[in-house]
């Protein structure tokens, strides 16, 4: 109980540190912007009652508007156009807009983040965060419109015809991360393990897919071959406290860097385990989803904050991020263990509010230093949205979909 009252002492000052923000950053990005600060706002209201914060919700979504018909934005999901489009979207879903108001503004964009897929799929640019991949998110939102579908038809095409096949199955190379793209590494074929960058991504893409009814038969093989090549990856030897899984993995299952991964959203276990359960759900193979309770169940028994590298709070690679996936994996098969390692993870989130100089308390670590951040992907406004999960459970975090969690 005590816990819960900090959280939210935790929470009204992040409300109140995030109206500057909101108001005047002209960063419009949803999980690098100001437009993540809307999906606080509006689950903040829902938690509280208090109609302060539903207006907030709907400046925030005029700005994001404005930026959409103002700016030149590119098309990813973290930073661009189809994240900010997607935050619209969940809002609508939510009820606090008319979608019938957007219609118009839809259609623009869906022309535009058609080219922006394309392009980018063209080039063998699959990046969930910062590339063509997030787009699709977008699109899954608008369906049955025919237009949508047809783009995600065209992505299934372009990941199939990308795909590596390779003695375990297949798997996509990395074309984004700065080991991958390195002098020394432009001519190996490297495979990322991270859900925000990586195969993990492209599963859980392909399974939302499958689950709405598009190219069902091509998927259901692509995505069995995807799982099996991924879990061949699996560290052969290890200790304990040691992940399961690399960072990066080449063709001859040669490591890239260290062979152990930190703990959190962006790269590890956690988000292996998150893709194997979303594939598992939606596809419906429970042998998927008894591998993911797997690792997540020695998540919870032998990661901590010093061998999972947990230097912060943020929802990328810090505790919130941790917890609300623990939480959501726990309440989804009511396993004691998994909720019991989460309200561990949220204390420690709940503690990390220590920096007199710091938003709300709170700084994230960028080597060497740490810094400030308001965004949803490294500050407060992710770090709030998990914290209204701890103090209310019942509030179901349907803004987590935007990470791949939900």
Not at 70 to 93: F, M, P, R, V, Y
Request: glycine fraction near 8%; include cysteine.
């Amino acid at each position: 109980m005590e816990n819960k009252r900090m959280a939210a002492a935790i929470l009204e000052r992040i409300s109140i540190a995030l109206d500057d923000f909101s108001a005047n950053t002209e960063y419009p990005g949803l999980l690098g912007g100001y437009s993540g600060a809307a999906l606080f706002y509006a689950y903040y209201y829902q938690l509280t009652g208090n109609e302060a914060f539903l207006d907030k919700t709907y400046h925030i979504i005029q700005r994001s508007l404005e930026a959409i018909s103002n700016l030149t934005l590119d098309g990813s999901h973290c930073s661009g156009l189809s994240g900010i489009s997607w935050q619209l979207l969940h809002l609508a879903e939510c009820g606090y807009i008319d979608q019938d108001d957007l219609d118009e503004t839809f259609a623009e964009i869906d022309m535009a983040l058609a080219e922006f897929m394309e392009a980018d799929l063209n080039q063998q640019h699959i990046d969930f965060l910062h590339q063509g991949l997030g787009a699709a998110l977008y699109f899954l939102k608008r369906l049955p419109d025919a237009h949508a579908r047809r783009q995600l038809e065209k992505l299934v095409l372009g990941l199939h015809a990308q795909a590596h096949q390779l003695p375990q199955g297949i798997a996509w190379k990395d074309f984004f991360s700065t080991t991958a793209t390195s002098e020394d590494n432009k001519h190996r074929n490297l495979f990322n393990l991270g859900l925000a960058h990586g195969n993990p991504a492209i599963i859980s893409i392909l399974a939302r897919i499958y689950e709405k009814g598009v190219a069902r038969d091509m998927i259901a093989p692509m995505v069995t071959s995807a799982v099996n090549w991924l879990l061949s990856t699996r560290n052969k030897d290890r200790d304990p406290g040691h992940s399961l899984f690399p960072v990066l993995i080449d063709e001859q299952d040669i490591t890239a860097g260290d062979t152990n991964s930190r703990l959190g959203w962006c790269y590890g276990d956690l988000g292996i385990a998150v893709s194997l359960k979303d594939a598992g759900i939606r596809m419906q193979k429970p042998e998927w989803t008894a591998i993911a309770y797997e690792i997540f169940n020695n998540i919870a028994a032998h990661r901590n904050q010093e061998n999972g590298i947990v230097y912060d709070a943020c929802l990328c690679h810090g505790s919130a991020g941790i917890a609300v996936i623990l939480q959501q994996a726990g309440i989804y098969n009511n396993n004691a263990a998994l909720l019991e390692n989460a309200d561990h993870w949220y204390q420690h989130t709940i503690h990390q509010s220590r920096w007199t100089d710091g938003a709300a308390g709170y700084k994230y670590y960028q080597h060497p230093d740490f810094q400030t951040s308001y965004n949803m992907l490294e500050g407060i406004s992710g770090i709030g949205l998990s914290l209204i999960s701890f103090v209310n459970p019942d509030i179901r975090p349907g803004w987590a979909e935007a990470m791949l969690i939900m």
